[in-house]
Nanobody, 122 residues
Framework: QVQLVESGGDLVQAGGSLRLSCAAS????????MGWYRQAPGKKRDLVAS????????NYADFVKGRFTISRDNAKNTVYLQMNSLTPEDTAVYYC???????????????WGQGTQVTVSS
């Protein structure tokens, strides 16, 4: 019942910017911490950034290098990832993530969006 839908991925030149969006439904959005992950071909899925339910606390992977900003608009049930100074190493599928309660062990489960492709050309 929980759905996350990412959008905003595109082909962009190195040095450019993109803004990704993730629209959530089926949850009380304001109660959920959210995260952005990315996965390049042949690589594991890595955490990029996370944000607390109220938006006051954010965390970033070191490779973001101060270039990315995660934010949320609880009135719109949407979390964003502003990506600046993009490089070809940022090329990946970007996924939105949250966690929900489950009736079976471990009683919490990750929820993922379908992903949105970001391709950065040199």
């Amino acid at each position: 019942q929980v759905q996350l839908v990412e959008s905003g991925g595109d082909l962009v030149q190195a040095g450019g910017s993109l803004r990704l969006s993730c629209a959530a439904s089926g949850i009380i959005f304001s109660n959920n911490a959210m995260g952005w992950y990315r996965q390049a071909p042949g690589k594991k899925r890595d955490l990029v950034a996370s944000i607390s339910s109220g938006g006051s606390t954010t965390n970033y992977a070191d490779f973001v290098k101060g270039r990315f900003t995660i934010s949320r608009d609880n009135a719109k049930n949407t979390v964003y990832l502003q990506m600046n100074s993009l490089t070809p190493e940022d090329t990946a599928v970007y996924y939105c993530n949250t966690r929900k309660l489950s009736s079976t062990p471990p009683y919490v489960v990750d929820v993922w969006g379908q992903g949105t492709q970001v391709t950065v050309s040199s």
